[in-house]
């Protein structure tokens, strides 16, 4: 299966972005600068666990979209400069397998790191509070997958597109370069509002928030993108000459 031979040669760097977010994340609820995560009467001290949710929100998000880079630039599209495409399509297998299989592959692994390393994160929060935490906290999965995915799919298509891993990255890397300054410089200067794949990370507030309203849109709305990108790069890989 294409899957696992993914898995295989990559696996070292997708473990790497595990332990290093995983380790992190054991010690993110000692950040709280009044101390460790405590309680007061009948519930934990909302700013101790909104420093939580703020530092892996923000390191989480970093180590995710490195991870979607160069998870990415190992796709399909690499097969090209790696010289094993045309082996690969010998086989009895359709270009849409190719490209699905490496795709499902590579956000497997995106979903695994971040959602083990929240958990872990969560269990260290608990044996502080020494008490059972509330259970929308697992919820900042979501957005944090939803960038992941859609970083690692926009680099699944540029490696795709320009037959190449370091190129793709490369690519990637400017593209989203000008999705952090120009949503903010256009509404600030024409007052026009322009969408930020960074955006689903607002969706994290509601695991921490009483108050607040799961943005189902702007999840949805970036889980579509994620999902376009692959299907984009079968369209290319469909027409592409070995």
């Given at each position: 299966m294409y899957a696992w031979k993914w898995w295989r040669e990559h696996r070292g760097r997708a473990i790497t972005y595990l332990i290093i977010l995983s380790a992190f994340a054991a010690f993110i609820p000692w950040l709280n600068p009044a101390g460790p995560p405590h309680f007061a009467g009948?519930?934990?001290v909302p700013g101790a666990v909104e420093t939580w949710r703020i530092a892996l929100v923000v390191f989480g998000s970093i180590?995710?979209?490195?991870?979607?880079?160069g998870l990415g630039a190992s796709?399909?599209?690499d097969e090209f400069s790696q010289g094993t495409l045309g082996f690969l399509l010998a086989q009895p297998r359709s270009r849409k397998y190719f490209v699905w299989a490496?795709?499902?592959?590579?956000?497997?692994?995106v979903l695994m790191i971040i959602g083990l390393a929240v958990l872990i994160s969560l269990a260290s929060l608990a044996v502080l509070t020494k008490t059972a935490l509330g259970w929308k906290l697992p919820t900042i999965i979501v957005p944090l997958f939803v960038l992941g995915a859609v970083v690692y799919g926009l680099t699944f298509f540029m490696t795709a597109l320009t037959k190449n891993g370091r190129n793709g990255m490369s690519y990637s890397l400017g593209v989203l370069a000008i999705?952090?300054?120009?949503?903010?410089?256009?509404?600030?200067?024409a007052k026009v509002s322009v969408p930020s794949p960074f955006d689903v990370l607002e969706a994290s507030k509601w695991a921490t928030s009483q108050s607040a309203h799961f943005p189902f849109v702007a999840i949805i709305g970036w889980g579509l993108v994620a999902l376009a990108f692959p299907l984009a790069t079968q369209f290319l890989f469909e027409r592409a000459e070995v």
């Open positions: 009948q519930g934990y180590v995710l979209v490195i991870a979607g880079l796709g399909v599209g490496g795709w499902l592959a590579g956000a497997s692994a999705s952090l300054p120009l949503p903010w410089a256009l509404e600030t200067e």
